[in-house]
């Protein structure tokens, strides 16, 4: 089993910033592809943001394009999603996932496993 300890999430203005966390194993970080799925109210989990682990691709949702960024950090052992600019629409329960493998994927059904989720709330 793969660990996924989130952190990070919370109430924050419109156009304001947050940073979520996912800690995990080194070698995870280092070598499984990564990504940032969320849940809004009465809506399907959507792909947010991905990348491979070795910096050569990174992919984001069309709805967070320019706004916000994964990235990682090796020796924290730690993804991150930075995110700007935040809008309501951006409210929900956002998870962390990672595959077995390093290929970049943006549909769910390919993660092999999950974090708990965080909860981020925008609000007007």
């Known amino acids: 089993q793969v660990p996924l300890v989130q952190s990070g999430g919370g109430f924050i203005a419109v156009g304001g910033s947050l940073r979520l966390s996912c800690l995990t194993s080194?070698?995870?970080?280092?070598?499984?592809?990564m990504g940032w799925f969320r849940r809004a109210p009465r809506k399907e989990r959507e792909f947010v943001a991905a990348d491979n682990g070795v910096g050569e691709r990174v992919t984001y949702g069309d709805s967070v394009k320019g706004r916000f960024t994964i990235s990682r950090d090796t020796v924290k052992n730690t993804l991150y999603l930075q995110m700007n600019s935040l809008k309501p629409e951006d409210t929900g329960v956002y998870y962390c996932a990672a595959r077995r493998q390093s290929t970049v994927a943006t549909s769910r059904e390919f993660y092999d496993y999950w974090g708990e989720g965080d909860e981020v709330t925008v609000s007007s």
């Open positions: 080194r070698r995870t970080i280092t070598s499984q592809a």
